[in-house]
């Protein structure tokens, strides 16, 4: 008997994640990534709660563990870096944090020999019928899959594709950020420091300990930015932090500098449903929380979890599958999303009254 096979749209932490449980489930997967190879860049992710359980689902929680960036806590400082109060570790890293790289990593080696990963291509359109999606590419020819899953993020384009999307559907909070790392020219170790604000600036280093990891956000009442090339988020960067003291001219000049520049806003994705058809969402491109939840990484993987299980619960029937999946995830992503919002608006960034 053939094995069914799906497509998953997106190789970050939802993707693979989803990857490895259903090929456990005896399915043929195949993986889109857009970008040419794995991506390296972005800081650190974390984990709490059931997302545990999904790590050790997978059997990776004891190797994220010797990766564990080991925080020892922040210290809250003024806009001329004296200290106003010191925070433990908890407040910001979750039950386990790690740098986005390494989970990134584990991921694709878990997942490398049983999985097809197609690099450098997207998927430009979908067309469902009673036997299942033909999917088109961008660069490789045309192919059948029984399922498709978005997992492609916040600006998902399965989403688009197969939902007929736009940004309509993300809530921005009011914040974007940048995050990169330089030389750990100011010798932490392993306590963060946090200037808070409208124009807020967060370090840590961790390991390698001669890097500095920084996170530079700022108030904006627009997302657009996510999709403007890095000299005009690097521009926007610059304008908001323009008069800044303490070290902002300097990281500023250092973030140019970077080969590991990520930037992102502080968005929530809310849709009605998370799947049409044959095709499901999950992750950031589902119901993304924003990062100031803290939460988007877990709810990747237990999103990633539910619905490999709830698929195999329903012996592969995905109408029910996909119902049962999002009946059962939608309280979580509710509260996590509540969470972001009041996160966001605590650094200084805004919720917009209409969040429910
Ligand atoms: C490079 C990067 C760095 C990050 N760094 C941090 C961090 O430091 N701290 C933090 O808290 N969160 C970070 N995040 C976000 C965090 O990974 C997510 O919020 C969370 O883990 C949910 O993951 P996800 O897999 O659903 O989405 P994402 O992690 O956003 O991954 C989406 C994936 O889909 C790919 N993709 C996008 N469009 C297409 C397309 N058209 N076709 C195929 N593939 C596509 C993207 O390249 C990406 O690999 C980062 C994300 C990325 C992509």
Redesign the pocket.
């Known amino acids: 008997m053939t094995k069914p096979n799906v497509l998953i749209?997106?190789?970050?932490?939802?993707?693979p994640a989803l990857a490895y449980f259903l090929h456990r489930g005896g399915y043929d997967v195949t993986v889109?990534?857009?970008?040419p190879a794995l991506?390296d860049?972005?800081?650190?992710?974390?984990f709490r709660g059931t997302a545990l359980d999904a790590l050790d689902a997978m059997g990776i929680r004891d190797e994220l563990r010797d990766h564990e960036t080991r925080m020892r806590g922040t210290t809250i400082v003024d806009e001329t870096g004296n200290e106003i109060v010191q925070l433990p570790a908890e407040a910001f890293g979750g039950e386990l944090e790690v740098p986005?790289r390494d989970l990134t990593r584990i991921l694709h080696r878990i997942t490398a020999d049983d999985v097809e990963y197609l690099f450098d291509?997207?998927?430009t359109a979908l067309t469902e019928d009673a036997a299942g999606v033909t999917v088109e590419f961008e660069r490789h020819a045309a192919r059948e899959f029984d399922l498709v899953f978005g997992?492609?993020?916040?600006?998902?384009?399965v989403r688009n594709l197969a939902f007929g999307t736009n940004d309509d559907v993300l809530r921005h909070l009011g914040m974007s950020g940048a995050?990169f790392s330089t030389p750990n020219y100011l010798g932490l170790d392993g306590r963060g420091l946090l200037q808070p604000g409208k124009a807020a600036v967060y370090l840590f280093s961790t390991s390698p300990a001669d890097r500095l990891t920084v996170s530079l956000s700022f108030a904006t009442d627009s997302p657009a930015l996510d999709r403007r090339t890095r000299a005009e988020q690097e521009q926007a960067l610059r304008a908001a932090f323009a008069g800044h003291g303490w070290e902002a001219p300097r990281l500023l000049t250092a973030m140019s500098e970077a080969d590991d520049f990520?930037f992102?806003s502080s968005c929530q994705v809310h849709l009605d449903h998370w799947h049409r058809g044959r095709v499901a969402l999950?992750?950031?491109?589902g119901y993304?929380a924003a990062?100031t939840s803290?939460m988007?990484?877990s709810?990747?993987l237990v999103g990633a979890w539910t619905l490999a299980r709830e698929l195999s619960a329903a012996g592969g029937r995905h109408e029910i599958a996909y119902t049962a999946y999002e009946q059962r995830l939608r309280p979580y992503v509710a509260e996590n999303q509540a969470a972001g919002r009041h996160a966001a608006a605590s650094f200084g960034g805004e919720a917009p009254p209409s969040a429910p």
């Open positions: 749209s997106g190789a970050s932490v939802a993707g889109v990534e857009r970008a991506r860049s972005g800081y650190a992710v974390d986005k291509d997207s998927i997992a492609d993020g916040v600006h998902s384009n995050g990520y992102a999950l992750g950031d491109a993304c990062p803290g988007g990484t709810q990747a």
